[in-house]
């Protein structure tokens, strides 16, 4: 069996410095538009989520806005297939802060990705929280992270929301952090 999202109807959220609201919701719950996807374009073009998530894949080249649209889509197919669960950070505005995503329906224990906007500082740990709770509630067990070693801001976010270090992956360059749920 498994994960039950069925009683996640989003989740309030308050960025940490500033107190400015914000909105988790599933990725399935927003309409993939145009719009939508020129918001996810411009975020991972911008330089910290582009030299961390993209640059190497891409070969230098921008991200481009058909991969955001198949992003969107991929996003929404693993929410009507419960294979993968995106949630994402909507600022009061309606605009994309960024998103945390659960990447397996493993109860026993599934990676968690994220990234969010460089001008959205403050919003990913409240998010990583709820993601947790919400995870939990699911029937999620433990949740774990690879981030890369002189990535401060994720190790700073996994680190407030609990999450434990089990020591280097990928050669060395990645740390692996984990969260028991129960």
């Known amino acids: 069996m498994g994960p039950d999202f069925s009683t996640f109807g989003g989740v309030d959220l308050r960025n940490m410095s500033t107190g400015y609201p914000a909105r988790l ?13 020129e ?11 582009y030299d961390r998530l993209f640059r190497q894949g891409l070969a230098g080249a921008s991200y481009p806005s058909e991969k955001a649209a198949e992003f969107l889509e991929r996003a929404a197919r693993g929410w009507r297939e419960r294979t993968h669960f995106v949630f994402f950070i909507v600022r009061a505005t309606g605009s994309l802060a960024g998103n945390v995503e659960i990447e397996a329906a493993d109860l026993d224990g599934s990676e968690i990705g994220l990234w969010a ?22 029937g999620y067990r433990s949740l774990y992270a690879h981030v890369r070693t002189d990535n401060e801001r994720s190790l700073s976010v996994l680190r407030r929301n609990g999450f434990d270090s089990a020591g280097a992956v990928g050669g060395g360059d990645h740390w692996r952090f984990v969260k028991t749920l129960d």
Do not use: H, K, W, Y
Request: hydrophobic share 50%; proline share 7%; glycine share 4%.
């Open 117 to 138: 906007s460089e001008r959205s500082s403050g919003f990913m740990t409240p998010a990583v929280a709820a993601v947790c709770g919400v995870a939990r509630a699911a």
């Open 39 to 49: 918001q996810v374009t411009r975020l991972c073009n911008e330089p910290r989520i």
């Open 25 to 37: 919701v599933r990725a399935d719950a927003m309409e993939p538009t145009a719009a939508l996807a």
